[in-house]
Protein backbone atom coordinates (compact mmCIF):
# COMPACT_ATOMS: atom_id res chain seq x y z
CA UNK A 1 0.00 0.00 0.00
CA UNK A 2 1.15 3.52 -0.74
CA UNK A 3 1.33 6.31 1.27
CA UNK A 4 0.58 10.01 0.22
CA UNK A 5 1.92 12.54 2.71
CA UNK A 6 0.40 16.55 2.37
CA UNK A 7 1.85 18.84 4.43
CA UNK A 8 -0.36 21.78 4.43
CA UNK A 9 2.04 25.19 4.64
CA UNK A 10 -0.33 27.52 1.99
CA UNK A 11 -3.69 26.87 4.82
CA UNK A 12 -4.42 26.85 8.74
CA UNK A 13 -5.48 23.20 8.75
CA UNK A 14 -8.36 24.14 11.02
CA UNK A 15 -9.81 26.41 7.66
CA UNK A 16 -9.23 22.96 5.39
CA UNK A 17 -10.49 20.02 7.65
CA UNK A 18 -13.46 22.30 8.37
CA UNK A 19 -15.45 21.95 11.52
CA UNK A 20 -15.38 17.75 13.48
CA UNK A 21 -13.02 17.49 10.26
CA UNK A 22 -16.41 17.43 7.82
CA UNK A 23 -14.05 17.79 4.83
CA UNK A 24 -12.15 14.95 5.64
CA UNK A 25 -15.79 12.94 5.95
CA UNK A 26 -16.46 13.77 2.65
CA UNK A 27 -12.98 13.52 1.13
CA UNK A 28 -13.41 10.05 2.49
CA UNK A 29 -16.41 9.28 0.96
CA UNK A 30 -15.80 10.62 -2.24
CA UNK A 31 -12.11 8.54 -2.27
CA UNK A 32 -13.57 5.02 -0.43
CA UNK A 33 -10.82 3.17 -1.82
CA UNK A 34 -8.17 5.29 0.27
CA UNK A 35 -7.56 4.95 3.87
CA UNK A 36 -7.04 9.26 4.88
CA UNK A 37 -5.62 10.38 8.34
CA UNK A 38 -5.76 14.21 9.16
CA UNK A 39 -3.48 14.93 12.26
CA UNK A 40 -2.08 18.51 13.37
CA UNK A 41 -0.38 20.05 9.71
CA UNK A 42 -0.91 17.04 7.84
CA UNK A 43 -2.99 15.12 5.75
CA UNK A 44 -2.08 11.36 4.95
CA UNK A 45 -3.84 9.16 2.64
CA UNK A 46 -2.88 5.27 1.89
CA UNK A 47 -3.63 3.44 -1.28
CA UNK A 48 -2.99 3.10 -5.31
CA UNK A 49 -1.07 5.39 -6.90
CA UNK A 50 -3.69 6.88 -9.37
CA UNK A 51 -6.17 7.44 -6.91
CA UNK A 52 -3.65 8.64 -4.48
CA UNK A 53 -2.58 11.21 -7.65
CA UNK A 54 -5.70 12.21 -7.82
CA UNK A 55 -6.80 12.94 -4.20
CA UNK A 56 -3.71 15.11 -4.18
CA UNK A 57 -5.06 16.86 -7.09
CA UNK A 58 -8.22 17.68 -5.66
CA UNK A 59 -6.65 18.69 -1.93
CA UNK A 60 -5.01 21.15 -4.01
CA UNK A 61 -7.74 22.13 -5.99
CA UNK A 62 -9.31 22.75 -1.93
CA UNK A 63 -6.48 24.85 -0.58
CA UNK A 64 -6.21 27.06 -4.07
CA UNK A 65 -10.28 27.43 -3.41
CA UNK A 66 -9.79 28.77 -0.04
CA UNK A 67 -6.75 31.13 -0.59
CA UNK A 68 -8.91 33.02 -3.27
CA UNK A 69 -12.71 33.23 -1.37
CA UNK A 70 -11.86 32.86 2.15
CA UNK A 71 -14.34 30.33 2.30
CA UNK A 72 -14.80 26.53 1.78
CA UNK A 73 -18.26 25.37 2.53
CA UNK A 74 -20.18 22.09 1.54
CA UNK A 75 -21.35 22.74 -1.96
CA UNK A 76 -18.12 24.00 -2.90
CA UNK A 77 -16.12 21.06 -1.88
CA UNK A 78 -18.32 18.55 -3.42
CA UNK A 79 -17.85 20.79 -6.55
CA UNK A 80 -14.59 20.83 -6.59
CA UNK A 81 -14.51 17.12 -5.73
CA UNK A 82 -16.45 16.12 -9.01
CA UNK A 83 -15.57 18.72 -11.29
CA UNK A 84 -13.67 17.47 -14.74
CA UNK A 85 -10.56 18.85 -13.23
CA UNK A 86 -10.76 22.31 -13.67
CA UNK A 87 -12.35 25.24 -11.93
CA UNK A 88 -16.23 24.67 -11.68
CA UNK A 89 -18.06 27.39 -13.79
CA UNK A 90 -18.91 30.17 -11.61
CA UNK A 91 -16.17 30.11 -9.50
CA UNK A 92 -13.88 32.72 -11.19
CA UNK A 93 -13.45 35.92 -10.03
CA UNK A 94 -16.43 37.91 -10.72
CA UNK A 95 -15.87 40.88 -12.72
CA UNK A 96 -14.32 43.18 -11.41
CA UNK A 97 -13.40 41.54 -7.53
CA UNK A 98 -10.21 42.35 -6.66
CA UNK A 99 -10.36 39.92 -3.86
CA UNK A 100 -12.59 37.76 -1.93
CA UNK A 101 -12.75 39.24 1.63
CA UNK A 102 -13.31 37.79 5.15
CA UNK A 103 -16.75 36.49 5.37
CA UNK A 104 -17.57 36.70 1.58
CA UNK A 105 -17.09 40.23 1.42
CA UNK A 106 -15.91 40.93 -2.74
CA UNK A 107 -13.16 43.42 -2.79
CA UNK A 108 -13.91 45.78 -6.20
CA UNK A 109 -12.88 48.98 -7.58
CA UNK A 110 -15.87 51.48 -7.27
CA UNK A 111 -15.07 54.42 -8.53
CA UNK A 112 -13.64 55.02 -12.54
CA UNK A 113 -10.38 56.06 -10.91
CA UNK A 114 -10.23 53.19 -8.63
CA UNK A 115 -10.50 51.05 -11.82
CA UNK A 116 -7.83 53.14 -13.49
CA UNK A 117 -5.47 52.19 -10.96
CA UNK A 118 -6.70 48.54 -11.86
CA UNK A 119 -5.49 48.90 -15.53
CA UNK A 120 -2.78 51.29 -14.78
CA UNK A 121 -1.06 48.49 -12.70
CA UNK A 122 -1.65 45.93 -15.46
CA UNK A 123 0.25 47.77 -17.92
CA UNK A 124 2.76 49.20 -15.84
CA UNK A 125 5.11 48.24 -12.85
CA UNK A 126 4.98 51.73 -11.32
CA UNK A 127 1.60 53.63 -10.31
CA UNK A 128 1.24 57.39 -8.39
CA UNK A 129 -2.09 57.31 -6.84
CA UNK A 130 -2.93 60.97 -5.16
CA UNK A 131 -6.40 62.41 -4.08
CA UNK A 132 -8.50 63.54 -1.03
CA UNK A 133 -9.31 61.02 1.71
CA UNK A 134 -11.70 59.02 1.44
CA UNK A 135 -11.55 58.20 -2.61
CA UNK A 136 -10.66 54.40 -2.01
CA UNK A 137 -6.48 54.85 -3.04
CA UNK A 138 -4.69 53.45 -0.17
CA UNK A 139 -7.58 50.30 0.59
CA UNK A 140 -7.51 49.51 -3.52
CA UNK A 141 -3.69 49.73 -3.14
CA UNK A 142 -4.15 46.64 -0.38
CA UNK A 143 -6.70 45.30 -2.37
CA UNK A 144 -3.92 45.05 -5.22
CA UNK A 145 -1.47 43.98 -3.67
CA UNK A 146 -3.27 40.92 -1.77
CA UNK A 147 -4.18 39.96 -5.03
CA UNK A 148 -1.48 39.49 -6.34
CA UNK A 149 0.16 37.64 -3.42
CA UNK A 150 -2.63 34.98 -3.97
CA UNK A 151 -2.03 34.46 -7.49
CA UNK A 152 1.36 34.49 -6.42
CA UNK A 153 2.62 37.24 -9.18
CA UNK A 154 4.90 38.31 -6.02
CA UNK A 155 6.20 36.47 -2.72
CA UNK A 156 5.55 39.54 -0.18
CA UNK A 157 3.60 42.81 0.45
CA UNK A 158 5.53 45.18 2.06
CA UNK A 159 3.41 48.57 3.37
CA UNK A 160 5.28 51.79 4.53
CA UNK A 161 4.77 55.05 5.56
CA UNK A 162 6.69 58.06 7.01
CA UNK A 163 6.04 58.73 10.70
CA UNK A 164 4.96 62.13 10.42
CA UNK A 165 1.26 62.90 11.42
CA UNK A 166 0.53 66.45 11.74
CA UNK A 167 2.92 67.79 13.53
CA UNK A 168 2.82 65.07 16.40
CA UNK A 169 5.99 63.36 17.54
CA UNK A 170 7.01 59.84 18.01
CA UNK A 171 8.79 60.63 21.16
CA UNK A 172 6.18 62.06 22.82
CA UNK A 173 4.35 58.94 22.91
CA UNK A 174 3.85 56.43 24.73
CA UNK A 175 5.32 52.67 24.89
CA UNK A 176 8.20 50.63 22.98
CA UNK A 177 8.90 51.47 19.51
CA UNK A 178 6.52 48.94 17.75
CA UNK A 179 3.73 50.25 19.94
CA UNK A 180 4.57 53.99 19.08
CA UNK A 181 4.62 53.31 15.40
CA UNK A 182 1.62 51.12 15.04
CA UNK A 183 -1.09 54.04 15.26
CA UNK A 184 0.69 55.33 12.12
CA UNK A 185 0.08 52.13 10.19
CA UNK A 186 -3.61 51.53 11.65
CA UNK A 187 -5.33 52.32 8.04
CA UNK A 188 -3.20 49.66 6.16
CA UNK A 189 -3.74 47.05 9.14
CA UNK A 190 -7.50 47.44 8.84
CA UNK A 191 -7.42 47.24 4.80
CA UNK A 192 -5.81 44.23 5.57
CA UNK A 193 -8.20 42.97 7.91
CA UNK A 194 -10.61 43.25 5.51
CA UNK A 195 -9.12 41.00 2.78
CA UNK A 196 -7.62 38.11 5.14
CA UNK A 197 -8.60 36.39 8.26
CA UNK A 198 -7.02 36.99 11.37
CA UNK A 199 -5.16 33.98 12.17
CA UNK A 200 -3.74 34.15 8.14
CA UNK A 201 -3.05 37.51 8.36
CA UNK A 202 -0.94 37.44 11.46
CA UNK A 203 0.81 34.18 10.41
CA UNK A 204 1.74 36.53 7.20
CA UNK A 205 3.25 39.15 9.60
CA UNK A 206 5.12 36.41 11.44
CA UNK A 207 6.79 34.86 8.86
CA UNK A 208 7.38 38.21 7.10
CA UNK A 209 5.19 37.88 4.07
CA UNK A 210 3.30 41.13 4.57
CA UNK A 211 5.52 43.67 6.23
CA UNK A 212 4.23 46.53 7.70
CA UNK A 213 7.14 48.92 8.68
CA UNK A 214 7.78 52.76 8.76
CA UNK A 215 9.55 54.45 6.04
CA UNK A 216 13.21 54.92 7.28
CA UNK A 217 13.15 51.17 7.95
CA UNK A 218 13.23 50.63 3.72
CA UNK A 219 16.84 52.28 3.87
CA UNK A 220 19.72 50.06 2.60
CA UNK A 221 16.73 47.32 1.47
CA UNK A 222 16.36 45.77 -2.31
CA UNK A 223 12.38 44.90 -2.64
CA UNK A 224 12.52 41.82 -5.04
CA UNK A 225 9.42 40.41 -6.01
CA UNK A 226 7.60 42.25 -4.07
CA UNK A 227 4.09 44.30 -4.17
CA UNK A 228 5.12 47.68 -2.34
CA UNK A 229 2.92 50.23 -0.86
CA UNK A 230 3.96 53.72 -0.19
CA UNK A 231 1.08 55.83 1.78
CA UNK A 232 0.53 59.09 3.09
CA UNK A 233 3.42 59.94 0.45
CA UNK A 234 2.88 63.50 0.25
CA UNK A 235 4.99 63.94 3.97
CA UNK A 236 8.54 62.51 2.55
CA UNK A 237 11.27 64.85 1.84
CA UNK A 238 12.96 64.74 -1.26
CA UNK A 239 15.95 62.13 0.13
CA UNK A 240 12.71 60.08 1.51
CA UNK A 241 11.36 59.92 -1.51
CA UNK A 242 14.65 59.30 -3.76
CA UNK A 243 15.32 56.41 -1.28
CA UNK A 244 11.92 54.72 -1.80
CA UNK A 245 11.69 54.65 -5.04
CA UNK A 246 15.25 53.28 -5.76
CA UNK A 247 14.49 49.99 -3.23
CA UNK A 248 12.48 48.77 -6.53
CA UNK A 249 13.80 45.16 -7.07
CA UNK A 250 13.29 42.98 -9.55
CA UNK A 251 9.62 41.28 -10.42
CA UNK A 252 8.39 44.27 -7.94
CA UNK A 253 5.45 46.79 -8.25
CA UNK A 254 5.50 49.65 -6.46
CA UNK A 255 2.05 52.30 -5.75
CA UNK A 256 2.46 55.47 -4.17
CA UNK A 257 -0.10 56.75 -2.82
CA UNK A 258 -0.74 60.46 -1.29
CA UNK A 259 -2.92 63.64 -0.53
CA UNK A 260 -1.03 66.59 -1.77
CA UNK A 261 -3.74 69.10 0.14
CA UNK A 262 -2.95 67.42 3.35
CA UNK A 263 1.04 67.88 4.04
CA UNK A 264 2.01 67.67 7.43
CA UNK A 265 5.56 68.96 6.18
CA UNK A 266 7.60 71.99 8.00
CA UNK A 267 6.35 74.87 5.78
CA UNK A 268 9.23 75.30 3.85
CA UNK A 269 9.57 71.59 2.98
CA UNK A 270 9.08 70.44 -0.40
CA UNK A 271 7.16 67.23 -0.67
CA UNK A 272 8.89 64.32 -2.15
CA UNK A 273 5.77 63.53 -3.61
CA UNK A 274 4.97 66.75 -5.22
CA UNK A 275 8.54 67.01 -6.69
CA UNK A 276 8.64 63.23 -7.91
CA UNK A 277 5.42 63.48 -9.97
CA UNK A 278 7.10 66.19 -12.02
CA UNK A 279 10.37 64.71 -12.28
CA UNK A 280 9.17 60.99 -13.61
CA UNK A 281 5.91 62.16 -15.42
CA UNK A 282 8.00 61.15 -18.81
CA UNK A 283 8.90 58.07 -17.54
CA UNK A 284 7.95 54.79 -19.29
CA UNK A 285 6.50 52.61 -16.83
CA UNK A 286 5.02 54.73 -14.30
CA UNK A 287 1.61 55.95 -14.56
CA UNK A 288 -0.10 58.46 -12.70
CA UNK A 289 -3.89 58.38 -11.39
CA UNK A 290 -5.48 61.15 -9.85
CA UNK A 291 -8.86 60.89 -8.00
CA UNK A 292 -11.18 63.33 -6.51
CA UNK A 293 -14.35 63.92 -5.05
CA UNK A 294 -16.05 61.47 -7.26
CA UNK A 295 -14.13 58.53 -6.07
CA UNK A 296 -15.52 59.69 -2.39
CA UNK A 297 -16.78 56.15 -0.68
CA UNK A 298 -16.81 57.20 3.11
CA UNK A 299 -19.78 59.28 4.27
CA UNK A 300 -21.44 61.88 2.09
CA UNK A 301 -20.49 64.34 4.26
CA UNK A 302 -16.79 63.83 3.35
CA UNK A 303 -17.53 64.59 -0.44
CA UNK A 304 -19.11 67.98 0.72
CA UNK A 305 -16.36 68.79 2.93
CA UNK A 306 -13.92 68.32 0.22
CA UNK A 307 -15.73 70.31 -2.32
CA UNK A 308 -15.92 73.10 0.45
CA UNK A 309 -12.38 73.23 1.09
CA UNK A 310 -11.04 73.50 -2.83
CA UNK A 311 -12.88 77.39 -1.82
CA UNK A 312 -10.18 77.72 0.24
CA UNK A 313 -6.39 78.14 -0.23
CA UNK A 314 -4.37 75.75 1.63
CA UNK A 315 -1.87 76.74 4.29
CA UNK A 316 0.55 74.27 3.44
CA UNK A 317 0.64 74.56 -0.29
Same mark, same amino acid.
Given at each position: ?????????EINPKDLFGPQNATVEILRKYFSRLK??????? *??????? =?? /? %?????????? &??????????DENSIERLLTSNGEEPKGSKLADGVLVHGVSGRLIKAQTTN?????????????????????????????????????????????????????????????????????????????? *??????? =?? /? %?????????? &??????????????????????????????????????????????????????????????????????????????????????????????????????????
Open positions: MNERLIELTIVARGTT *LKAYGET =EV /L %DEFEKRVNML &IKYFNRYNKLQRNMVSAMVKNDMLFAVGPAGTGKTYTAVALAVKALKEKSVRRIVLTRPAVESGENLGFLPGDLKEKLDPYMQPLYDA *LRDMIPF =EK /L %DTYIEKGIIQ &IAPLAFMRGRTLDNAFVILDEAQNTTHNQMKMFLTRMGKSAKFIITGDPGQIDLPRKQVSGLKEAMLALKEVKGIAFVHLDDKDVIRHRLVKQIISAYKCIEPGNE
